[in-house]
C-alpha cells in the first residue's frame, strides 16, 4: 500500500516538472517579445520621422518651384501689358502723322493754287501799276513818319511835369501828344507817366489804358489839368516803363517829353536805361525811345540854359542808343489852329 502511493507521488510530481516547464518557457518567450518590441518601435518611429522630413522637403521644393513660376507668369503678364500700351501709342502716334501729313498736303495745295493765282495777278499787272506798287512797297517797309518809326503797337508817354513845362509848354505839351496819337490809328495800350514814375489815371496803374476815341479824349482832357511832382530827370519814369510793361512779343514805344535835365549824370542815366533796355541778338532794344525837346529854358537868360543844352545831349544818346528818334522843336507855344479839348 506504502508502495503504490509512492509511485503516484513520483508520477504527480514529474507531470508537475513537465507543466512548470511549460509555463515557463511561455512565460520566456512573452519577456523576450516584450524585451525586443520597444527597439523595433524606436526604429520604425525613425524611418517615419525621415520620410516625413524627406517629404517636407520635398513640399517646401514644390512651393518654392510653383512660386517662381507665378513671379514668371506675372512678369510676362506685365510685359505683355506693356507692349501692348507702347503698340496702342504707336498707333495712336501713327493716327496724328497721317492726319498731320493730310493737312500739310491740303494746305499746300491750297498755298500753291494761292501762289498761282498771285502770279497771274502779278503778271496782269501795266508796268505804271508796278512802279506805283513797289514805291508803296518800299515806304510801307520803313514805317516813318517825320523821320520817327511808327511799327509799335503799345505807346508809353512820360513828360516832365516841372514847373516851367506846365505854366510855359503845356498846351503844346498837349497838342503833341494827341499828334503822336493821330500817327497810331490803332494801338493795344496807351500809358500816360511822369518823369518819376507817377500814372496820370491812378486807375490804370501797372496796366494798359484801353486805345478807344472816347478814352483818347479822356487822356486830352486829363492832361490839361495834370499836374504831379517832377525833378526833370525821365531815368526812374523810363525803367518803370520798361520793368512794368515789357513783355517778349509787345512792339513798345517810350515817347519821353521834356525842356531841361536836371540829374547827376547823364551817362549814369544812359548806363541805367542800358542794363534795363536790353539788346537782342540782332541788336534790337526791347522797346524804342523817342524824344521831344521843348525849348522853354532857352527864352531865359543865357546863364539858365544849361540845363536845356544837358537835355538835349542826353535825349539825342538816349533815342540813338535805342532804336529812336530826337525831336528838337523851334518853340514851345502851342500852333494857332490848335484848340485844348474842353
Given at each position: 500500500m506504502s508502495k503504490k502511493r509512492r509511485e503516484i507521488e513520483t508520477l504527480s510530481l514529474s507531470f508537475l516538472d513537465v507543466?512548470?516547464?511549460?509555463?515557463?518557457?511561455?512565460?520566456?518567450?512573452?519577456?523576450?517579445?516584450?524585451?525586443?518590441?520597444?527597439?523595433?518601435?524606436?526604429?520604425?518611429s525613425s524611418n517615419?520621422?525621415?520620410?516625413v522630413t524627406a517629404l517636407e522637403l520635398q513640399l517646401n521644393?514644390?512651393?518654392?518651384?510653383?512660386?517662381?513660376?507665378?513671379?514668371?507668369?506675372?512678369?510676362?503678364?506685365?510685359?505683355?501689358?506693356?507692349?501692348?500700351?507702347t503698340l496702342?501709342?504707336?498707333?495712336?502716334?501713327?493716327?496724328?502723322?497721317?492726319?498731320?501729313?493730310?493737312?500739310?498736303?491740303?494746305?499746300?495745295?491750297?498755298?500753291?493754287?494761292?501762289?498761282?493765282?498771285?502770279?497771274?495777278a502779278r503778271q496782269s499787272l501795266s508796268?505804271?501799276?508796278?512802279?506805283?506798287?513797289?514805291?508803296?512797297?518800299?515806304?510801307?517797309a520803313s514805317d516813318l513818319i517825320g523821320g520817327i518809326p511808327v511799327d509799335s503797337d503799345y505807346v508809353i508817354f512820360i513828360i516832365d511835369t516841372s514847373g516851367s513845362m506846365r505854366e510855359f509848354a503845356w498846351p503844346l505839351v498837349m497838342q503833341k501828344v494827341e499828334e503822336t496819337l493821330a500817327v497810331?490809328?490803332?494801338?493795344?495800350?496807351?500809358?500816360?507817366m511822369n518823369d518819376q514814375g507817377q500814372y496820370m489815371f491812378s486807375q490804370y496803374a501797372d496796366q494798359w489804358i484801353p486805345d478807344t476815341p472816347a478814352r483818347r479824349r479822356a487822356i486830352l482832357k486829363r492832361l490839361a489839368n495834370w499836374n504831379a511832382f517832377s525833378r526833370s530827370s525821365p531815368e526812374k519814369g523810363i525803367t518803370k516803363a520798361i520793368s512794368t510793361f515789357y513783355q517778349p512779343g509787345r512792339k513798345i514805344s517810350l515817347y519821353v517829353f521834356g525842356d531841361d535835365f536836371n540829374g547827376s549824370s547823364i551817362a549814369g542815366v544812359i548806363n541805367q536805361v542800358d542794363r534795363i533796355n536790353l539788346q537782342n541778338t540782332s541788336g534790337e532794344r526791347l522797346v524804342r525811345i523817342h524824344g521831344v525837346g521843348f525849348p522853354v529854358i532857352f527864352s531865359q537868360a543865357a546863364q539858365f540854359q544849361a540845363?536845356?543844352?544837358?537835355?538835349?545831349?542826353?535825349?539825342?544818346?538816349?533815342?540813338?542808343?535805342?532804336?529812336?528818334?530826337?525831336?528838337?522843336l523851334n518853340s514851345y507855344r502851342a500852333q494857332a489852329a490848335w484848340r485844348a479839348p474842353e
Open positions: 507543466i512548470s516547464c511549460g509555463f515557463g518557457a511561455l512565460i520566456l518567450l512573452l519577456v523576450l517579445t516584450k524585451v525586443y518590441e520597444p527597439l523595433i518601435f524606436a526604429q520604425s517615419i520621422q525621415q520620410q521644393s514644390a512651393r518654392d518651384q510653383r512660386g517662381k513660376l507665378d513671379r514668371d507668369r506675372i512678369h510676362q503678364e506685365n510685359d505683355s501689358k506693356l507692349q501692348l500700351q496702342r501709342n504707336l498707333e495712336d502716334k501713327l493716327t496724328t502723322l497721317q492726319a498731320e501729313y493730310t493737312a500739310v498736303q491740303r494746305r499746300s495745295t491750297t498755298h500753291d493754287s494761292t501762289i498761282e493765282r498771285l502770279s497771274q508796268a505804271e501799276m508796278q512802279i506805283l506798287l513797289a514805291e508803296y512797297q518800299k515806304s510801307a497810331y490809328p490803332s494801338l493795344k495800350g496807351v500809358q500816360i540845363s536845356g543844352f544837358r537835355f538835349a545831349h542826353f535825349m539825342r544818346i538816349l533815342c540813338e542808343r535805342n532804336g529812336g528818334t530826337f525831336v528838337g
